[in-house]
């Protein structure tokens, strides 16, 4: 819950104070990039570094959460006007090292940082201030750090993970100085544990120091743009604000979730079910469902992931025809992990914090949905001669048209859907239980089939198609390539260009999850 405090007067001085530091802090570096042509972005790091530090101390120095909030919202201000109308080159230079092809592009971290810290002082400033002091730290000094050593050291590129240009060197940074840094605070904060985390042993605060430090590394990786400085310091504080509510019992639960989804992600990497994105993705949706999920959660999840990985590697000679149509191929990436399991992820956020039962139906339901629409894909395009028509008319398409159904496709569908809940039936999931067997594997199928239904319409409608000029044919894939290895971009003949495969399961995964949840609400 965001609260905002009452000011506090004799926080007015200090207030004062932490505006003209950081003004001077600004105008300086300002003046060293425009007379001294000084690295703009070596000197960003360096004050995001410090307000990292600063972050850390903040509480220390003011009773309320008044004027820290005032402060990030000024600064929020001139951070934005500054993006928009270029007026601190200190702010908003780019790394020519940090993007791919050294192409620059624009940076949002100076106006996340103030949006992120404000929004975990409205909510964590009462009881949890410390969760707030440690995410802010981790991702100030971490982030700043791993960004200077990988732009100035890196020299081992990691593929396939963003378009920011991400380093092994650099990663290895944020993981060693996040860890460090969780391992202090974690020990100096004890004092200050609520009493359910006051049993945990040094060992186990040690091996949370280390998982959170993966979980900062992997969304480090994942996120450019300065979106890392978001995401970095929710997801640590979301995790620590969760095992502080629930106790030490929970911290054991999410160690093992943990070590569970980091080995889902390698072995993933290794049969080529995902490239480094995606596993990366995945680990990281693996922990909170693992982890604050337990059995109940894990066991549909896998069931979704493992038919679905090698349902998409069987009948590979039948499927061949359909590579260059389909966006993607059968190795998934990160933007397919979110498509699929992205609003899975945020439902089972959601339960965390709320504990409402009916959260589990749309997670179900979410996972039938994509279950659903893969295995329609996957099984419409192995079946031998299939007929396929597109939902929107009725006439007859090739098979592998977005928004093309078939009846060996909608069957699958539908049997997929069935499936997810019969694993949560078999695992004895409590609540489908009370709700009854039948009633939950009609609610969860039918959630699933309509679900894959919406995707074919969105797909026949707004999803982007593109004329293929080199093999003449409709695909999803916005360029082609010649056999001289020249690139060719593909020409839109339908839908909208921002519209993708990705955007178009995940309004599939949104449609089944919000069918199981109102659905099991009101039968």
């Known amino acids: 819950m965001l609260r905002l405090q009452a000011p506090v007067q004799q926080d007015l001085p200090m207030f004062f104070l932490t505006l003209g530091i950081l003004a001077l802090f600004l105008l300086l570096f300002e003046i060293l990039v425009r007379k001294f042509s000084i690295s703009g972005f070596v000197l960003r790091k360096v004050l995001h570094f410090t307000l990292g530090v600063v972050s850390f101390f903040v509480p220390a120095f003011f009773v309320s959460n008044f004027y820290p909030v005032l402060t990030a919202l000024i600064f929020l201000a001139i951070n934005g006007a500054s993006c928009f109308f270029g007026l601190f080159r200190t702010l908003h230079e780019p790394n020519r090292r940090d993007f791919e092809g050294g192409a620059e592009q624009p940076t949002y971290g100076t106006i996340l940082f103030p949006v992120v810290f404000m929004l975990l002082a409205l909510a964590l400033w009462e009881e949890s201030v410390w969760i707030m002091q440690t995410s802010m730290l981790v991702m100030g000094v971490g982030d700043s750090l791993a960004s200077l050593v990988g732009g100035s050291f890196?020299?081992?590129?990691?593929?396939?993970?963003?378009?920011g240009r991400k380093t092994v060197e650099g990663s290895l940074t944020m993981f060693a100085s996040s860890f460090l840094l969780l391992v202090a605070c974690l020990f100096l904060f004890r004092a200050v544990f609520p009493e359910g985390l006051l049993a945990a042993t040094p060992l186990e605060l040690l091996a949370l120091a280390?998982?959170?430090?993966?979980?900062?590394t992997a969304v480090e990786a994942l996120f450019s743009h300065g979106f890392d400085n978001l995401f970095?310091?929710?997801?640590?504080?979301?995790?620590?604000?969760?095992?502080?509510?629930?106790?030490?019992?929970?911290?054991?639960?999410?160690?093992?979730?943990g070590l569970f989804a980091f080995l889902l992600a390698i072995v993933s990497i290794k049969v080529k079910f995902l490239d480094n994105s995606g596993a990366t993705a995945t680990f990281l949706l693996g922990v909170t469902i693992f982890g604050f999920g337990g059995i109940v959660w894990t066991v549909p999840l896998l069931t979704f992931y493992i038919l679905s990985s090698v349902l998409s590697k069987l009948g590979r000679k039948r499927k061949a025809r359909?590579?260059?149509?389909?966006?993607?191929?059968?190795?998934?990436?990160?933007?397919?992990?979110?498509?699929?399991?992205?609003?899975?992820?945020?439902?089972?956020?959601?339960?965390?914090?709320?504990?409402?039962?009916?959260?589990?139906?749309a997670y179900l339901g979410t996972l039938a949905a994509v279950q659903s629409d893969?295995?329609?894909?996957?099984?419409?395009?192995?079946?031998?001669?299939?007929?396929?028509?597109?939902?929107?008319?009725?006439?007859?398409?090739?098979?592998?048209?977005?928004?093309?159904?078939?009846?060996?496709?909608?069957?699958?569908?539908?049997?997929?859907a069935l499936l997810i809940c019969a694993s949560a039936i078999l695992i004895g999931a409590e609540w489908v239980l009370e709700y009854g067997v039948a009633r939950s594997f009609m609610?969860?199928?039918?959630?699933?089939?309509?679900?894959?239904?919406?995707?074919?319409?969105?797909?026949?409608?707004?999803?982007?198609q593109y004329y293929d000029p080199v093999r003449e044919k409709v695909t999803e894939r916005t360029h082609s390539r010649k056999e001289n290895g020249e690139l060719v971009k593909n020409e839109l003949i339908k839908g909208c260009r921002f519209i993708n495969n990705d955007v178009v399961n995940t309004l599939c995964a949104l449609s089944g999850s919000a069918l199981a949840f109102f659905f099991s609400r009101s039968l």
């Open 154 to 163: 890196g020299k081992t590129p990691i593929e396939n993970m963003t378009r």
């Open 210 to 216: 280390l998982l959170l430090a993966m979980i900062a």
């Open 232 to 257: 970095i310091p929710l997801a640590v504080a979301y995790v620590l604000y969760v095992i502080a509510t629930n106790g030490a019992d929970h911290l054991v639960h999410f160690l093992v979730g």
């Open 322 to 361: 359909f590579d260059l149509v389909f966006e993607k191929g059968s190795q998934r990436d990160a933007g397919q992990v979110y498509a699929n399991g992205g609003i899975a992820w945020l439902v089972m956020i959601v339960y965390s914090l709320t504990g409402d039962p009916a959260y589990f139906f």
């Open 374 to 416: 893969t295995w329609a894909t996957e099984i419409g395009t192995m079946w031998p001669n299939p007929r396929a028509r597109l939902i929107t008319t009725m006439k007859s398409v090739p098979v592998g048209t977005s928004g093309g159904v078939s009846f060996p496709g909608t069957f699958g569908a539908f049997a997929g």
């Open 443 to 464: 609610l969860i199928g039918l959630s699933g089939l309509l679900a894959s239904l919406v995707d074919s319409f969105f797909g026949a409608t707004v999803q982007a």
